[in-house]
């Protein structure tokens, strides 16, 4: 059985790397692949939008489920319902399917990340906890980013290019042998440290019981509440403005059928993810409350997708996009770090499913509302648009800074392997 504090983020890492891998190769074309087969902007974020459903819908029940039986098995079956999932997204692209087939598969790929969030954080901090580890989880979430940022960097570009030489389908097939070596090596590599699964006689019984502590300790918690409620806007923009940019930048660019520019596109967006995890430790430097970092970063952020939408030049766009990317990725180890200091390990696989659940609820209106203002306007018009409802996040940051909690403090802490 691992032991070391060491081993664990290193399967962390690996884990993250490898999820992150397998979804990337279609990030850089999936709203082109939606496109491709038929579907409008409305009807191809709608078709995001019933993904974010799916996630609302499933994130508390498989949360429920890594509190009850494990995260391990919750992250076993994260792996193998998105590879399914997947599968049938290609079939729907094949056959030109009706957009009621694009809802449903659509869902059941939202299920299957659902398995994953908040399992493989509640195992990380769990097992971290179990070993001893004296260090600052800002520092480990930072390296999961850069870890991400890597494969998505990796994915992202290859995905696009591969696409571009066969067809839009291929990056999908990909996607679905990884996902497959993916549940294998966590079948041998990850195991629950510091957690015992209560399996009872009454699961639902359970689970009810388990539902209402992670409320308790979810959206009645003050300093949790108020994080959560900023994320739909956060994360629903969020969602939207990396899709969007796929036939934005190929509509600048000048030519709409460039897939591997649109790689290029993801590519950056992932370089600005691991230069945010980078950044990540600098941050916690220039503030003295994680809430002043994620406030600061919010409002820069909102600027920028403000910017995007005057500036009419493809390279311009292109640096923009990527001191966006920059921020996001900087204050999620610090929005990590801030929600777990603040959850008891036994809720915290659900709490950190429910918050999931909170910010893709924003995803299932904004994102198909933005494709309409693209489908009535243009995509510029709808990245000031985005900007402004990024920006609604602020009251709500600034509301739980006044809570005051302890793990608003950035401590100085000197990291230990």
């Known amino acids: 059985m691992v032991k070391k504090p060491r081993s664990i983020q290193r399967i962390y890492i690996y884990l993250v790397l490898g ?6 190769f279609i990030w850089g074309v999936n709203t082109l692949f939606l496109l491709d087969a038929g579907l409008s902007n ?10 974010t459903l799916g996630q609302v819908i499933f994130e508390v029940p498989t949360g429920v489920v890594a509190d009850t039986y494990g995260r391990r098995i919750s992250y076993l ?27 449903v598969s659509s869902m059941v790929l939202g299920l299957g990340f659902t398995f994953f969030s908040g399992a493989l954080e509640a195992w990380l901090v769990d097992a971290l906890t179990a070993t001893n580890f004296t260090g600052d989880l800002d520092g480990v ?4 980013q850069i870890a991400s940022g890597v494969a998505m960097l990796t994915g992202s570009i290859a995905g696009g290019f591969i696409a571009q030489m066969t067809n839009l389908g ?21 195991r629950d440290l510091g957690f015992a699964p209560q399996k009872s006689k009454t699961p639902l019984k359970e689970m009810k019981k388990i539902f209402k502590n992670s409320i308790d300790h979810g ?11 900023a994320a739909p806007f956060t994360m629903g923009v969020s969602f939207y403005g990396f899709y969007a940019l796929q036939p934005y930048l190929l509509e600048l660019y000048g030519n709409k059928e460039a897939y591997g520019v649109a790689g290029l596109a993801a590519a950056l967006v992932a370089s600005a993810q691991i230069a945010g995890g980078f950044s990540a430790s600098y941050m916690r430097k220039l503030f003295r409350r994680r809430t002043t970092a994620i406030f600061t970063g919010i409002l820069i952020s909102a600027v920028i997708l403000t910017s995007v939408s005057f500036v009419q030049n493809f390279y311009a766009v292109l640096v923009l996009i990527f001191i966006w990317g920059l921020m996001f990725a900087a204050l999620i180890p610090i929005r990590q770090s801030y929600l777990n200091g603040l959850i008891p390990s036994q809720q915290r696989a659900t709490v950190l499913s429910f918050d999931s659940l909170i910010g893709s609820s924003g995803g299932v209106i904004i994102q198909p509302a933005l494709g309409r203002v693209a489908d009535i306007w243009n995509y510029s018009t ?29 401590e100085k802490k000197r990291e230990v392997n």
């Open 19 to 24: 999820n992150t891998l397998a979804a990337s």
């Open 219 to 229: 959206l009645k918690n003050p300093p949790v509440r108020w994080i959560m409620i």
């Open 141 to 144: 979430f930072a390296k999961g």
């Open 77 to 103: 079956l994260g792996a193998i319902t998105l590879s399914l999932s997947t599968a049938l997204y290609l079939f729907m692209w094949q056959i030109q399917g009706p957009f009621w087939g694009w809802a």
């Open 42 to 51: 409305l009807q191809a974020f709608a078709a995001n939008a019933f993904f």
């Open 382 to 410: 709808s990245y000031a648009v985005s900007g402004i409802i990024y920006a609604m996040a602020l009251p709500f940051i600034y509301l739980a800074r006044r809570t005051n909690p302890a793990s608003d403090i950035i």
């Open 170 to 190: 291929v990056p999908y097939i990909i996607r679905t042998a990884i996902l497959i070596i993916n549940f294998f090596t966590a079948f041998f590599l990850m």
